[in-house]
Every structure is written in C-alpha cells, then in structure tokens.
C-alpha cells in the first residue's frame, strides 16, 4: 500500500486532539523548557509558506525536548488587535470583532493542518476580555508608578487614517501600509517612560543568548553616550544655543551649527533675509520620519542668517538648519566638527564651510584640510589649551574647563526617548482612564476592568477630528465611582504593542481571573527557553516587552529579570516573480522558459526572487501544498531548503523532492500488501548500520540543538539510504529512525510507529541513546595481533576506552578462537594502531 498523507495525516490530528497529546500540565518535579513562537496578526490573507517556517523550527525543538524528558510548554495565540482590522471596517462596516474572529478560524485551521504540537487548551487572544482586564490593569501599575503621563509631543499624524504612527510606519513622508500622506502635528499623548529603564535595558543585554546583530540594533535604538552639554550665546541675541556633544575636545573645531528643524530657537534667530527659505526647508522636513532624518547624510540644510559665538575660542560661525539634526536626540542642536565627522564634513564640504583639523592620528598638524573626516582618537592640535593631550585626556580637560568657565557641563544622553502610547483608533485596548470636571485624571479601580470598546457603525474619526471611541458618547460621558462626579472616558487606544508586550506570560496561566499569572507558575515557566521570529521585530517588540517584562519585575509580578533566554531569527522564505518591461507582474503559471529567457506569451519578462505579495502574483498558500504532497512534506522542505536564518527561494520541486524521500521513508517499514516488511527482523545491527545510526542519533540531535535542521535532515536522508538497500533491516535501527524522524514528519513517524506494533502515541517516547564511542566521526583502523601476529583488523573510534577497545578486539572471529581456553597473559595497547594479545605458552 502507498504512502497517502491525506489519509494519515487528518487521522493523527485527530488523535492527538482527541487524546490531549500535548496538553502541558504544571508538574513542577520535571524540568521544564518553553519553546514560543512570536504570535502572528490573523490577517484577512491567512497563512503564506513564508509563515510557518519558524512555526515548524519551535514545533521540532518541542517535539524533541519532549522525547527528552521534559515538560514542554509550547502555545500559540493572537496579536489581534490593530489598523488592518479597522481598516477593513472602514471600508465594508464590518465590525473588527467579527473579522477578528473569522480571521483567527482561519489562522487556526491552517495551522493545525500542519500537525503542530500546540497546546491549544492555553490558546489566547489580546482581545479576550479576561485578557485585556490585565493589560489594563498593568496600565494601571505603570500609571500608579509615575510612568505612564501624558504629554504634548511633535507626532506622525496620517489624516487620511486619522490616527498617530509610529516612526517605523512611515517612510518618504507616507504611511508605508497605504501611501497615504503623513504630517508632523503636535498633540497630546499618552507616553511610557522607558527611558527610566535605558541603563538596565543596556546591561541586561549581555546576559542574553541572542543574535548579535539584534543586541547591537537594540544597543543603537537606547544609543547611551557620554558628553557634555555647551552653551553658544548667538550673536547680536540675548539667548543662547546649547549644543549637546560626544567628543567636548573637539570644540576648537566647532565651525558651524546645527540645529533640528523642529528647534524652537530657529523663529527667534533666523534672520528676515532667510526667513522664507527656512520656513520652506522646516516644511520640506516636517514630512520625514525620525528614523529618516536619523538616516540623512548631512547634505541639505539651510542658513538661518544667524551666527553663534564658539565660548573656546572667540570665532564667529554660521547657525544653519538641517535634517540630520534630530530633535528627539541631545538637545536637537549640534556642534559641527567637520574635520572629524563624516556628515559634518559632508554638509561643510556641499555648502563651502571651514574645516579645522583638531585631532591628529599622526601627533602633528596636517597642514592642509585633511582628506577625510578622522573620528578616531590621537592628539590635540589646533586646540589652545589641550594641544598635545591625547583624547581621553583632552575630553576630561574640556568638561572641567566648561563647567569652569560656566558654559557647559558633563552629562549622559540617550537616543531612546519614552514611548508613545497613545493611537486615535477604534481597534484597541481602551485607556483606563477617567477626566473629571475639575481636570483631573482618575484611575479607573481595578474591579471595573476589563474596560472594553463600545459597540460602533463608524469607525472613522469624528468630524472635527477626536478619536472614534467619541463617538460612542453615552460611553464617554460617566461617572467617577469614587467621587461621584462627572468624568469623561479617554478616547485614544492603546497601540497593537500593548498586548505583544507580555502575553508569553499569560500562556503559562491563561485561565487566571486573579492576576496575570500565578507566582508558582511564574517562577516554573519563566523566562521563556527558546523564542523564535523575524527580525524585523528586533527593536520595537522585543524592547518594549523587555520594558514591561522590568516593571512587573519591579512590582513583584514577575522573578526573572528578562522574558527571552534565547532568541532566533528566522529568514525569510522569498518567491520567484515576473515583472515585463512596463513594470507589470504576470502569475508564475503563466510563465515559460525559452533558450534561458522567460516569456508570458510573446512578453519577455524578467524572473526574479522577492518578497511574497499579493501585487506580484508570487503568493504560495500553504492549503495548496498540504493538499498536493502532505503536511510532513511541506515541514521539511521548509527545514531543508537551508540554514534556518537566511532568505531563500520557494521552489515546488523542493517539495516535491521531499515527498519523494518520505515514500522511500515508508517502503523501509511497509511492505507492497500495506503490512509491516518481513524484511524487518529482531536481529543485531551489523557494526557498519550501528556506526551509522549511532552517529546519525548524535548528530540529529546535536543539530536540532544547535537549530540546524536543514543538515540534520540531511543525516536523516543519509540514514534511510542505509536502512533501503539492506535486505534484512534491524527492527531496533528502523525504530529509531522512525522517532529520530517524528519531530520533523510527525504524521508518517507516528503512523509507522502504530504498524510497528506500539499502541501508544510516540511523542512521549524517549529519544534514542548513542553510544559515544560509535557515534564518534574519527574512526580508524585497528591491527589485532595473538603473539604479536596479525589476526584480524577491527574500526574503532580514536576516542574509545581501552577496556572497550580490547572487548572488540577479542570479538574478532579468528582472534576469538584462538583465545578460547587459553589464558591471556597481558594486551599490549597501542592507541588508535593496535592490540596485542600475549598468550601463556
């Protein structure tokens, strides 16, 4: 009988639903290991391949731990709250709810087509009221702790959506999502103070078992620099510019200024002559994003017609605005050293201003303007009273001779600002939060929670541009319950992050009405082992759930001082696409190869390797694979395509090359009448097969370890090739296989299993054992000698004891009977070349 993944698979999905497979209790004697996924946003498009390949990494990393003893929690639930739902809304008047839930069927009947061994009792939503009651409610903890406030900040407000966007939504002055124009607006926000845990964000990163990459962005966004803040009184003024710099050594060398666009000083400084120009670059400016301006490379600007005097040495030098000049970090205005930094001397070198060299790699001026920006330490030049200092030196010089004279002052500055909490949109976790007549900001008590949206038809801002919740005006208008007076609700929403932010709390007790997680619990599960998601989360998820993760710690709520112990990014999964001349993208199946060109009709097109879009026609739905080779089949090309954290290409003959190894799979068990192969016999592997599964066990199981499934399948594809051209197949090595196989093909593994005779599911069966000695790679040649005559040759591993080497020594045929009845008077051992066995006469 064929192997037909349709029958089998749909059949142990069932089983394992039914039977609670992999329902995790709470027994707290075994040691535990939390594998997590980062949940997805169920969107209307449901599941492309590129999703599940993380999916599939956690779910063999649990099926394995599983084999290995341990209690594994490995969950999986819902961000699904958010603009995409309410967008929807927008458009058709469908109720986010409705899509939501919908959106989330479908999310999980996909998923669970895949055989992953989810515990789908623990399954949550950020949407679940119970779920939202304890967001709010550490809302509320934060708010009593003095870091949650509220405040005027310059924000990116998207009057098409009429809601605030976060700076990584918006690119080229558009919201990334739909195009649609951004401004910078001022408003009154709600904000987190995570800048009260930038220092212990920063430490606690080198305790982490995460990518470097991911650790250096993170330390980047917090961005800690030592410096110093300098006063520049402005000329024929009566204020001044304070400047806020990393390298106060450099002043002598300061030949210009630079201020943010959005500086308040630019209206009182900037000259009538310029006014007009300057007014025009600020709007220009107003469209950028911070990340963009973060990333301007100091090559427009505009002069303000005012000029500031340099407190070091007396000179004159011009004030100019520019877009590389952030407001949000120092003090949004820079002095510009250009002799020794790039933009700086990219922006002195377009607009014809002086460059003074005031560090010299060499110890001696230069003479001429150097050829490029020096950012690296050496010695003071062109300096007055630092000439000769080394650096190091020279910047403890200058900030004790600043704060002396009165103009300046040492001081640490961060590029991380608090977070802005607040969203103008519907689809959101409402603030708790009251505003009483008198102008005071309440706290709603902790047994009014959950606090959740008010049922709307309109989920557009309000005429005159409130958030929608205003809409819902019998809602908004209350009463305080402590003081009785009148109180109206807050209208803004708590942006799609609030829920991300600890909800792998939540999955180690979802059911509890008394607090967000049992302490017990808590102390078991956390922090989790193993979290698994793309990369594109490195910043904002994963900083701002490390925040939270601290507030609870501080408050008691939580033990461990991190949420991740380890984290991996997967790579994305890319598909081919085809784009003609004009730009337009045709379907792959309408594409055909002629003389290693590529053609849709007569239209020659271009195949390249893109991101997965519904625009590109390159779209690969996962129920299509499933229903054309299996579940199992698609889990391991999505391993084997390659290292687990690199893009790579979809290919269907991939697919189909995999299924081609799972029917070889099931033909070394199961015979042409559907019955186990009587070539399957209690039998004794030969030394050649136990060298080869005992390596394949260490190296299978190192590499799921390491996450290198793409070469542990590899070991398991070489296996097999040793299992088929076997005549007589060793019941105990096809066992093996088949558990070594399951957490990758977990449906033809455990259907293998049952026709071999076990009536139990092998999820929980233990993970084969290697013997260390037969698993080792360096096998070599041995000589046996009986008085010191050759007998026989034996392979055995360089690393086996010496007991161990004498014991199959002996085993030899001819050796064996000529020790037989005669009494061995020594082994003479040569390691890794011989034993000789030394007979009584």
């Known amino acids: 009988m064929a192997y037909d993944p349709k029958t089998i698979e749909p059949r142990w999905q069932g089983y394992w639903e039914e039977n609670q497979t992999f329902r995790t209790g709470d027994d707290q004697r075994r040691p535990k290991y939390y594998v997590l996924d980062m949940f997805p946003y169920p969107s209307g498009d449901g599941l492309h391949v590129g999703h599940p390949e993380g999916y599939t990494a956690t779910d063999v990393v649990a099926r394995y731990k599983r084999m290995m003893g341990f209690n594994v929690l490995h969950p999986m639930g819902w961000d699904a709250y958010g603009l995409p739902a309410e967008r929807y809304a927008v458009r058709t008047g469908v109720h986010p709810a409705i899509t939501t839930r919908s959106n989330i069927a479908n999310f999980r009947k996909q998923v669970r087509r895949l055989g992953f061994s989810y515990d789908w009792s623990r399954e949550i939503s950020t949407t679940d009221p119970e779920f939202v009651r304890w967001t709010q409610w550490i809302f509320l903890q934060m708010y009593k702790a003095g870091l949650a406030y509220q405040a005027d900040v310059a924000v990116n407000w998207c009057p098409a959506q009429g809601t605030v966007l976060a700076n990584e939504e918006v690119k080229d002055g558009r919201y990334v999502e739909t195009g649609d124009p951004v401004e910078r607006r001022t408003m009154r926000q709600w904000m987190l103070k995570i800048t009260a845990y930038a220092d212990r964000l920063l430490a606690d990163l080198d305790e982490l078992d995460w990518p470097d990459g991911i650790k250096a962005m993170q330390r980047n966004w917090i961005g800690r620099s030592e410096g110093a803040e300098v006063a520049f009184a402005v000329e024929d003024r009566e204020s001044s510019l304070t400047v806020y710099t990393t390298r106060p050594e450099t002043i002598f060398g300061a030949t210009f200024i630079v201020l943010s666009p959005e500086h308040p000083a630019i209206n009182a400084i900037a000259s009538a002559g310029q006014r007009g120009e300057v007014d025009a670059y600020r709007a220009r400016a107003a469209a950028m994003s911070a990340i963009e301006k973060s990333q301007a490379q100091g090559k427009s600007g505009v002069f303000t017609g005012a000029y500031a005097i340099n407190p070091a040495n007396g000179s004159r030098i011009p004030v100019w605005v520019a877009d590389y000049a952030l407001m949000s970090y120092g003090t949004g205005a820079i002095m510009a050293v250009p002799a020794h930094d790039d933009r700086d001397r990219d922006f002195a070198e377009v607009f014809g201003l002086p460059i003074v060299e005031v560090v010299s790699a060499s110890g ?25 200092m080394e650096t190091k030196t020279a910047r403890t010089t200058a900030i004790a001779w600043m704060t002396e ?3 300046g002052v040492g001081r640490i500055e961060y590029k991380l600002r608090d977070w802005l909490f607040s969203r103008q949109r519907y689809w959101g976790e409402p603030f708790p939060i009251l505003h009483t007549a008198d102008g005071s900001i309440v706290p709603l008590p902790e047994d009014a929670l959950p606090l959740l949206p008010p049922e709307l038809t309109e989920y557009r801002p309000t005429p005159d541009g409130e958030p929608p919740l205003a809409r819902a005006e019998d809602w908004v208008r209350t009463t305080d319950p402590k003081s009785g007076m009148d109180a109206l609700r807050e209208t803004n929403t708590m942006p799609q992050w609030a829920g991300s932010c600890w909800y792998f709390l939540r999955f180690a007790d979802p059911s509890n009405v008394t607090a967000p ?9 956390l922090p989790v082992d193993l979290y698994v998601g793309g990369a594109e989360h490195a910043v904002l998820h994963l900083l701002y759930a490390r925040f939270w993760h601290k507030v609870l710690f501080d408050i008691g709520v939580v033990t461990s001082k991190e949420p991740f112990r380890k984290l991996f990014n997967q790579g994305m999964i890319l598909a081919f696409s085809y784009k003609d001349a004009t730009g337009k993208y045709h379907r792959p199946e309408d594409a055909a190869e002629r003389d290693g060109r590529w053609y849709v009709g007569e239209t020659e097109v271009e195949r390249q390797v893109e991101k997965m879009s519904k625009s590109k026609f390159n779209v690969v739905n996962p129920d299509e694979v499933v229903d054309q080779y299996g579940a199992d089949a698609m889990r391991l ?21 995999v299924s081609r190894f799972l029917h070889r799979v099931w033909r070394i068990a199961i015979g042409e009448d559907g019955m186990v192969s009587s070539k399957i016999v209690d039998a004794k592997p030969s030394p050649e097969i136990a060298r080869v599964l005992h390596k394949t066990i260490k190296a299978v199981g190192d590499d799921i370890k390491a996450l290198r499934f793409n070469t542990a399948i590899s070991k ?3 296996l097999s090739n040793a299992l088929t051209g076997l005549d007589i197949k060793p019941r105990s090595a096809v066992e093996s296989f088949v558990l070594l196989l399951a957490p990758f093909a977990p449906h033809i593994a455990e259907e293998l299993w049952r026709r071999l005779a076990h009536p139990e599911s092998l999820s929980h069966e233990p993970w084969p054992t290697y013997d260390p000695a037969l698993a080792d790679d360096d096998i070599r040649e041995i000589i046996v000698q009986v008085n010191g005559k050759l007998r026989g040759r034996i392979h055995a591993a360089s690393m086996i004891s010496d007991d161990e080497l004498v014991r199959l020594a002996a085993q030899e045929p001819d050796v064996r009977s ?3 009845g005669k009494a061995v008077l020594k082994e003479i051992i040569v390691p890794g070349r011989l034993v000789n066995f030394v007979l009584a006469p």
């Open 364 to 388: 001696s001026p230069s003479g001429d303007v150097p050829p490029a920006a020096w950012a690296g330490d050496g010695l003071m030049v062109n300096s007055g009273f630092m000439d000769g």
């Open 405 to 407: 004279q009165g103009v």
């Open 517 to 525: 997680i049992d302490p017990d619990k808590e102390k078991y599960w």
């Open 637 to 657: 090309y999505e391993l084997f395509m390659g290292p687990l954290d690199v893009a790579k290409p979809w290919q269907m003959s991939g697919v189909a090359g």
């Open 716 to 718: 398991l594809m070489e």
């Open 818 to 820: 000529r020790l037989t």
